[in-house]
Each structure stands twice: as structure tokens, then as C-alpha cells.
């Protein structure tokens, strides 16, 4: 018995140990990029620095509340949800955080989420045009160890993704280029270093941005195999007023398979803040 509370004892050690040492690089991520971005001017975002962008794009800056508040550098979001990996799975609850960084396009998401009562935790990194995927399940079994150009387009596109709908005065950067397509919808191309991916963005008649779809994703499940579908983000839940903004509280994450819709993952807003100098866990 003592030897058995000994191996215990130890195991426990081992996984804190790790959850700790990807805890200590998603912070030491997120102080680089408070550091970088401490000193940038934020201004603020007025009517002339929209006239640029489709009239649905500006409406919905408008309707947000992005119009006449700072230009954004940073932001940090945290999150509820649930998360799965195969359609028959049972749903894991999550919490998470991240920070993104607009002047070199960064982000940094730090998950916990629980399997079958046994802990995992998990860090998304993209920068310099190169993202990483790293979850582990108790601090002992790899559930993914994703990285290569898959990793590098389709976190480019989740890069895209939050600007679209968690930091809305962003979509004002001079890396997007617009189509328009018709009254409640608009391409967007967004460049970043040799990398470019598109999304279709689709609005309705408040104003309120209600889906996203791209085909520049890829999902995985080890990060080894890499499956090309579209990858599609509804609103649920509506707009709320969230830290003076109107934002959505919350989305979807759906694969459309060849075989139906995969919705993997509900992710709910719980906080958004914006041009942050001090680093929160």
C-alpha cells in the first residue's frame, strides 16, 4: 500500500510538472508580445479609417461599437465550452485563455479540459507564420503533437477567425483585401508573410456577423493526418454586450465532411479585453 501512495504520489508530481511547463510557456509567449506591443499607439479608430472596407463590413463596425474606441494591438479572451474528437465521443468541458497580437500576427491559447475525469491540458501556439499544437492527456499520453504547413495555413485562418468576431476593429488591417459578393455577404483575404487564406463572412440584417467559412483548414486528430473539409464557425447564443463592445457570445466549431456536418466544439465568451500591458492567467 505505502509503495502504491509512493507511485501516486509521484505520477501527481509529474503531471503538475508539465502542465506547469506549458503553463510557463504560454506565459512567457504572451509577456513577449506585452513587451513588443507595450509602447504602440492605439488611436482612435474613426469613420475615415473604415471608408476602405466593404459597406457590410462597416456597418458592422459600426453595430459592434468598434467606431470611435482605440485601435486594437492586443487582446485576451477567455472561454467556456466543450470539446470532442469524434462525432459519437462524449463532450469534454474546457476552459481556456489567449491572447493575440495584431502587429505580428501572434496567438498564444492556453486549454484545460478533462477526459473521462482524467486532466488534459494543451498549448496552440502561432507566430512568425508557424503554429504548433501540443495536448497532453494527465501529463503522460500525447493526444496531439501537430506542426508543419498544415498547422501553419489553418491557424492562420483561426487567427483570421477571432479578429473577425472578437476584436472586430482589426478588420480594419491593411493585410485583408475585400470582395464583395452580395447584400449579406463578403470575401476576405487575409496575407500574412507568404501565407494568404480566405473566408466567405456572412452577416444578417442587424448588422450582426452570423458565420464564417473557409477551405484553407485542415483537421486533425494526432497532428500526422490532415484532412482538407470546410471549416465553418456560427454564431449561437446571439450578441451581448460584452466589455462595451457587442460581440457574440459564443460559436460553433463545425468540419463539413464529405459524410455530414462535425461539430467539434461550443466555445462561450465569457471575457474579452483589449490593449492589455499586464499579463492575467
Known amino acids: 500500500m505505502r509503495e502504491l501512495l509512493i507511485i501516486v504520489a509521484?505520477?501527481?508530481?509529474?503531471?503538475?510538472s508539465y502542465s506547469q511547463s506549458m503553463k510557463k510557456t504560454y506565459e512567457k509567449e504572451v509577456l513577449a508580445g506585452l513587451e513588443r506591443t507595450k509602447n504602440v499607439n492605439s488611436d482612435i479608430l474613426t469613420e475615415m479609417d473604415i471608408q476602405h472596407l466593404p459597406s457590410l463590413v462597416q456597418r458592422y463596425l459600426r453595430y459592434v461599437g468598434a467606431v470611435g474606441k482605440e485601435k486594437v494591438v492586443n487582446f485576451r479572451v477567455e472561454f467556456e465550452g466543450v470539446i470532442r474528437s469524434n462525432p459519437e465521443d462524449k463532450w469534454m468541458k474546457l476552459t481556456s485563455a489567449q491572447y493575440n497580437f495584431t502587429d505580428n500576427p501572434t496567438r498564444v491559447f492556453y486549454i484545460k479540459a478533462r477526459k473521462m475525469g482524467i486532466p488534459a491540458s494543451g498549448i496552440h501556439l502561432y507566430k512568425q507564420e508557424t503554429a504548433i499544437?501540443?495536448?497532453?492527456?494527465?501529463?503522460?499520453?500525447?493526444?496531439?503533437?501537430?506542426?508543419?504547413?498544415?498547422?501553419?495555413?489553418?491557424?492562420?485562418?483561426?487567427?483570421?477567425?477571432?479578429?473577425?468576431?472578437?476584436?472586430?476593429?482589426?478588420?480594419?488591417?491593411?493585410?485583408?483585401?475585400?470582395?464583395?459578393?452580395?447584400?449579406?455577404?463578403?470575401?476576405?483575404?487575409?496575407?500574412?508573410?507568404?501565407?494568404?487564406?480566405?473566408?466567405?463572412?456572412?452577416?444578417?440584417?442587424?448588422?450582426?456577423?452570423?458565420?464564417?467559412?473557409?477551405?484553407?483548414?485542415?483537421?486533425?486528430?494526432?497532428?500526422?493526418?490532415?484532412?482538407?473539409?470546410?471549416?465553418?464557425?456560427?454564431?449561437?447564443?446571439?450578441?451581448?454586450?460584452?466589455?462595451?463592445?457587442?460581440?457574440?457570445?459564443?460559436?460553433?466549431?463545425?468540419?463539413?465532411?464529405?459524410?455530414?456536418?462535425?461539430?467539434?466544439?461550443?466555445?462561450?465568451?465569457?471575457?474579452?479585453?483589449?490593449?492589455?500591458?499586464?499579463?492575467?492567467?
Open 10 to 16: 509521484f505520477l501527481s508530481m509529474f503531471i503538475q
Open 133 to 281: 499544437m501540443h495536448i497532453k492527456l494527465a501529463g503522460l499520453f500525447t493526444i496531439v503533437n501537430a506542426q508543419g504547413s498544415e498547422m501553419n495555413q489553418g491557424e492562420t485562418v483561426t487567427v483570421f477567425n477571432d479578429m473577425c468576431f472578437m476584436a472586430p476593429a482589426t478588420l480594419i488591417d491593411k493585410r485583408i483585401r475585400w470582395e464583395e459578393i452580395d447584400s449579406s455577404s463578403v470575401k476576405a483575404y487575409f496575407t500574412n508573410g507568404g501565407i494568404i487564406i480566405s473566408a466567405t463572412l456572412f452577416f444578417n440584417e442587424t448588422g450582426e456577423l452570423i458565420n464564417f467559412i473557409s477551405n484553407d483548414r485542415f483537421e486533425t486528430k494526432d497532428g500526422k493526418t490532415y484532412k482538407n473539409y470546410p471549416w465553418v464557425t456560427p454564431v449561437f447564443g446571439g450578441y451581448a454586450q460584452i466589455n462595451g463592445y457587442r460581440l457574440p457570445n459564443g460559436a460553433k466549431a463545425i468540419y463539413r465532411r464529405p459524410e455530414g456536418d462535425f461539430c467539434y466544439g461550443e466555445f462561450l465568451i465569457k471575457k474579452v479585453e483589449y490593449n492589455c500591458k499586464e499579463f492575467k492567467n
